[in-house]
């Protein structure tokens, strides 16, 4: 079992940063691949960004290529992502989530730990 938590959301004007960190508890953190999710009011959730238990290997959605990155420390058994040049488009629930592949995964379906969401707003 893998516990996380994320932290980092709040209110941002288009065109601002924010980051997001999540610290994961439990079993041994660097077995896992990490992603980060997101879910806008009345849409599904989305794949956002992936990153091998390495950290090597990083994967991202192309509607945030270039403007968000993923990275992790695995001494501090967190993950984060970076958000830049944010647009009200980007205004949702981030969730971050673990995988038992250990490379990167893009597919919801691949994800079996969870967190609760920290929301990220955007305004125009």
């Known amino acids: 079992q893998v516990q996380l938590l994320e932290s980092g959301g709040g209110l941002v004007q288009a065109g601002g940063s924010l980051s997001l960190s999540c610290a994961a508890s439990?079993?041994?953190?660097?077995?896992?691949?990490m992603g980060w999710f997101r879910q806008a009011p009345g849409k599904e959730r989305e794949f956002v960004a992936a990153?091998?238990?390495?950290?090597?290997?990083?994967y991202y959605a192309d509607s945030v290529k270039g403007r968000f990155t993923i990275s992790r420390d695995n001494a501090k058994n967190t993950v984060y992502l970076q958000l830049n040049s944010l647009k009200p488009e980007d205004t949702g629930v981030y969730y971050c989530?673990?995988?038992?592949?250990?490379?990167?995964?893009?597919?919801?379906?691949?994800?079996?730990?969870w967190g609760q969401g920290t929301q990220v707003t955007v305004s125009s």
């Open positions: 989530a673990a995988h038992r592949a250990g490379g990167y995964r893009s597919n919801i379906n691949d994800y079996v730990f």
């Open positions: 439990g079993r041994t953190f660097d077995n896992y691949g």
């Open positions: 990153i091998s238990w390495s950290g090597r290997s990083t």
